[in-house]
Each structure stands twice: as structure tokens, then as C-alpha cells.
């Protein structure tokens, strides 16, 4: 089993900055990716920036690409998504998702593909 839980959000003015946590515990050798997706009101839940844990590569959706930064502390148990030059349409709550690689995987952007979810934290955005 794997637990997550997500922390950093808030409101901010267009321009502003928030670093997201995702402080991850259990037995994290069974996640191989890290996510970030987000869920605005009435919206489907989708991927924001993912992380390979074995060899550190990322992946962004093209709305937050040259913005948002995902990366993994040197103790690989928190993952953090610093977010710049954030726009009103950011805003959405963020969840952090792991994964487990005895469920199957389709790609690192599919909610299908992770186990293991945190209740997410809002992040708002104001004009």
C-alpha cells in the first residue's frame, strides 16, 4: 500500500507562484511514476506532469509546459510541482497520484493507470 498526501495549495494573483508536496509513504518500490493531475469544477481529471522515479524522466501537458516543474527530493518520498506565471485557467484541485506496477499500465497520463490518490489540494487563481 501506498499513501499520498498532497499540501501547498492556495489562492494567488495571475503571475504568482505556488510549489505543491506530495508526501508519499508505504511501499513506494511498487510506484514507478509520480503524477500531478488536476480537476477544475465540472471537468474530467486530467494530467498535469508526470515523473519516471527510475530514471527521472517528465512529462507536461502542453497548458502548463515551460510553466510547471516537476521533480523528486533525494529521498524519493516527496514529490513537488512548482507551478510559475500561473492564469486564472489553472485553477483546479491538484491531485497527486502514484502508481503500482501490479496494475496495468496504459500511459502516464491515463487516471487508469494509478492506484493511489491523495484528496488533492485547491489551487485558485485570481485576474
Known amino acids: 500500500q501506498v499513501q499520498v498526501v498532497e499540501s501547498g495549495g492556495g489562492s494567488v494573483q495571475a503571475g504568482g507562484s505556488l510549489r505543491l508536496s506530495c508526501a508519499a509513504s508505504?511501499?513506494?518500490?511498487?510506484?514507478?511514476?509520480m503524477a500531478w493531475f488536476r480537476q477544475g469544477p465540472g471537468k474530467e481529471r486530467k494530467g498535469v506532469a508526470t515523473?519516471?522515479?527510475?530514471?527521472?524522466?517528465?512529462f507536461y501537458a502542453d497548458s502548463v509546459k515551460g510553466r510547471f516543474t516537476v521533480s523528486e527530493d533525494n529521498a524519493k518520498t516527496t514529490v513537488y510541482l512548482q507551478m510559475n506565471s500561473l492564469k486564472p485557467e489553472d485553477t483546479a484541485m491538484y491531485y497527486c497520484a502514484a502508481s503500482d506496477h501490479r496494475t496495468v499500465w496504459l500511459d502516464s497520463v491515463d487516471v487508469r493507470s494509478y492506484k493511489y490518490w491523495g484528496q488533492g489540494t485547491q489551487v485558485t487563481v485570481s485576474s
Open positions: 508505504g511501499a513506494l518500490y511498487r510506484s514507478s511514476y
Open positions: 515523473l519516471n522515479r527510475h530514471n527521472g524522466t517528465t
